[in-house]
């Protein structure tokens, strides 16, 4: 009974929780039509308008849920017909949007549903699906719960190994969520398959453990349901003492007889039942009556029956036959009427012994009862085995799957960290050579820088030289002369005429303006102070080379403060090329004829302007150009900044550095 109740409970719960999900995140709209659709469909028959009215929803998942709550009222109102169609439909939308928790679940109500039919093969195929869904979606406990509901239905059928080892496995999952109410069940079932295999002691121990959690929890009436099963066992193995005091002990429960009508009379019914094994009758009359009218009174009609085989069997003890054999009859007729085997093949066995001249008919029809059950138990258990060979192929293929899944994702992983590894090295490799290639290129502009110096410094000392040689010229050779010629036009001046005395006169006064220029030639000669050897030097010739090609001479004014001495040759280099990169642009676009470049020292920065006033142009478009672009890289190269401002005006360059 309990597992018949439990998966409609928790559908409901299930359903139920599922939607409070959505409300959080579903349009108001769709909120009340599904509140609506939910009412219109539990109690509509025109299956058609109900799902007309769905599509508004526009919303597959409460589409879906709605199909689900609809199947859930028509199981529970036992409409097989609309409990069929809502399951379908929940089945095709479940796979449609690929939500393979509801294709469990759709599973799960449809076992449910062949449960009720009393379907057991149906049943038990579609807890098993149910099961692989959950399991592959690593939901432990529903796919534990629907390993206990497969090891119930093996119990049921007698497969009791089968159902053993079913149960283990729920156990197993169902321990992870420690849910104690199904891990009650589990042990609750483990015991009933060892008292049925005669195996007491075990039986006993699994009780035992299931009345554990009814201990912990504190819940008296479940004490008492699980302190019943105790007793049963203790009277099944011939301990009646034993049975007996659980059975009183679970009697004494406070009110357990209008809380739990069913299971005070199954305790009564028992516990006289264990006194008449006995053989101590004095009360139990009475207590099989309460017991019966109990069980009359709820409708428990599997109760009833066992009720009277009981009481069959207490005539029979005190000797009044037509008693037993009313009461073996009833009990038979009962049992038959509600397909209840177990105490159908009890009531023939009972009848057999009571009535004599029938003894042959009863054993006759017992022996073909049981060999009818165990043939179709038999069938049931090869179908059953079907099931688990399929599921363990389909698992076997599933773990193959996943192994080949894994050796190709653990190739393509590989691969791609050895490409990845790869490219990491190929371009490491290129960095390398990028690095060694500018520091290379630094090198040789450094070394470019240098012999322009050097150059620079021998035309000045070869300039140097020959200045020195030409004023050493003059001083030692043409003054020394002009002095003797001075000298001698000094003695003239013994003539006293007055004309030879003028013209003395005139030739010593030129002779004195000669020997003084010359002498200032010479000075001028010997005097360092022009000379401007190095960056500003090569920066000016820059400019008078680039004149012959613009048509014009730039001008350059230059900080007498800045410290060339103190910056580094890098630094100038570039500089010194980023400027012939700016004349360049300058021929090649500008259209100018002025250009002026300033060099000025603020701040410990300097900064160098370009300036010129031909046509400008668009920045944005011009950005990408290599020229700017080589001149943007080596003021970056120098830890510099660049700057640049372009209109009909003409161009400004800025170049600040931190010296």
């Given at each position: 009974m309990d597992i018949r109740i439990f998966p409609f409970f928790f559908i409901f719960l299930f359903c139920s929780c599922n939607q409070e999900e959505q409300k959080a995140v579903v349009h108001p709209f769709e909120n009340r039509h599904y509140l609506e659709l939910l009412e219109v469909g539990k109690e509509s028959q025109q299956?058609?308008?109900?799902?007309e009215l769905l599509i508004e929803l526009e919303n597959d998942s409460l589409i879906n849920s709605l199909y689900f709550k609809y199947a859930y009222y028509s199981l529970k109102n036992g409409d097989s017909k609309k409990f069929r169609y809502w399951n379908r439909k929940a089945f095709i939308k479940s796979i449609k949007i690929n939500d393979t928790l509801k294709i469990a679940e759709a599973h799960w109500d449809l076992a449910s549903y062949f449960l009720q039919d009393n379907l057991i093969d149906s049943s038990y195929y579609n807890y098993n699906k149910a099961f692989l869904f959950y399991d592959a979606g690593k939901e432990e406990f529903l796919s534990g719960m629907m390993l206990l509901n497969m090891a119930i239905l093996q119990k049921n059928i007698k497969d009791y190994a089968g159902s053993e080892v079913t149960t283990i496995k729920a156990i197993n999952k169902i321990k992870k969520a420690k849910n104690k109410s199904q891990l009650y069940k589990a042990y609750n079932n483990l015991g009933i398959i060892y008292k049925e295999l005669g195996d007491y002691k075990k039986a006993l121990e699994y009780h035992g453990r299931a009345l554990e959690f009814h201990l912990i929890?504190?819940?008296l009436l479940l004490q008492a349901s699980s302190l019943n099963n105790i007793g049963n066992i203790y009277k099944e193995d011939g301990y009646f003492d034993e049975a007996i005091e659980k059975y009183q002990t679970a009697l004494q429960v406070d009110s357990i007889e209008i809380k739990r009508p069913q299971l005070y009379a199954m305790l009564l019914d028992n516990r006289a039942h264990a006194r008449?094994?006995?053989t101590d009758t004095v009360g139990i009359f009475s207590d099989f009556l309460e017991a019966l009218q109990i069980r009359e009174k709820i409708n428990h009609e599997s109760g009833i029956v066992v009720n009277k085989i009981h009481?069959?069997?207490y005539y029979l003890f005190k000797k009044d036959s037509l008693k037993a054999l009313k009461y073996a009859s009833q009990a038979l007729a009962l049992s038959e009427q509600t397909s209840n085997h177990r105490d159908i093949l009890n009531s023939m066995l009972l009848l057999a012994e009571i009535d004599i001249n029938n003894e042959g008919y009863f054993l006759r029809k017992h022996i073909e009862l049981s060999d009818s059950l165990q043939n179709k138990e038999r069938r049931v258990r090869n179908k059953f085995a079907r099931i688990h060979f399929e599921t363990d192929e389909f698992i076997a293929k599933n773990k193959q799957l996943n192994e080949q899944k894994k050796w190709l994702i653990g190739g393509s992983s590989g691969a791609l960290i050895l490409s990845f590894l790869a490219i990491i090295i190929f371009r490491q490799k290129a960095k390398h050579r990028k690095l060694k290639n500018e520091r290379d290129q630094q090198k040789a502009n450094e070394e470019i820088y240098r012999l322009l110096l050097d150059q620079e410094n021998k035309i000045e000392d070869g300039k140097y030289k020959e200045k020195e040689r030409i004023s050493k010229e003059l001083h030692d050779g043409v003054l020394?002369?002009?002095f003797g010629i001075r000298f001698t036009l000094s003695n003239l001046n013994l003539k006293c005429d007055q004309d030879s005395i003028k013209i003395k006169e005139k030739h010593l006064d030129d002779l004195r303006q000669m020997e003084q220029e010359i002498r200032l030639i010479s000075h001028e000669l010997q005097n360092n102070k022009f000379q401007e050897v190095g960056f500003l030097k090569l920066l000016r010739k820059l400019l008078e080379d680039q004149a012959m090609i613009l048509g014009f001479l730039p001008t350059i004014n230059s900080d007498p403060s800045i410290p060339w001495e103190r910056i580094s040759n890098p630094i100038k280099m570039n500089l010194y090329r980023i400027i012939q990169e700016a004349f360049q642009n300058i021929k090649r676009y500008s259209g100018a004829s002025k250009a002026e470049?300033?060099?000025?020292?603020?701040?410990?920065?300097?900064i160098i302007s370009i300036n010129d006033n031909g046509r400008g142009f668009d920045i944005d478009k011009k950005v990408q150009g290599i020229g700017l672009a080589n001149m943007r890289s080596r003021?970056?190269?120098?830890?510099?900044?660049?700057?640049?401002?372009?209109?009909?005006m003409g161009t400004l360059i800025t170049i600040k550095i931190s010296i």
């Open positions: 299956l058609d308008s109900i799902n929890s504190g819940n008449l094994k006995k009481l069959s069997e020394s002369k002009l470049i300033k060099l000025i020292l603020k701040e410990e920065c300097l003021t970056k190269e120098i830890g510099g900044s660049f700057y640049i401002k372009s209109g009909k």
